[in-house]
């Protein structure tokens, strides 16, 4: 089962819980945890992808001048219509990362958000 099918899944179980059940927020914080562990891969995955989005740009880019004669701003203005492609896939790539990174933190928030509720619904925040 690949990540994703592994995030739907913990993703749908989460829906099925009650956020004011003491018993159910306990498991929302394990299942929580889970989705943790499985986006922080997937953000790693995204990083590789973009280090190697930008490796080929670059790797691309010197090709390009290094086969062109002229000026450098005539080597510039071919390297920038070659690597165009190249650029868009890079920023996709980058952009994987953010969405990633931003996905992170927010189930770590929602992690610690449920710990608070948890405390306050059993009588131990305060």
Known sequence: ??????????????????HNNPADISELIILYNKVLFIIGDLWADAVQ??????????????????????????????EDKGTYIARIEEAKAEALVTKYKARYTATQEMIQSLKVRLKMLTGQGG
């Open 49 to 78: 992808n973009y280090g190697e989005a930008y490796a080929e740009r670059k790797r691309l880019g010197g090709e390009i001048k290094a086969s062109q004669s002229g000026t450098t701003v005539e080597k510039e203005a071919a």
């Open 1 to 18: 089962m690949s990540k994703t099918d592994r995030l739907d899944k913990l993703n749908a179980a989460i829906k099925e819980l009650d």
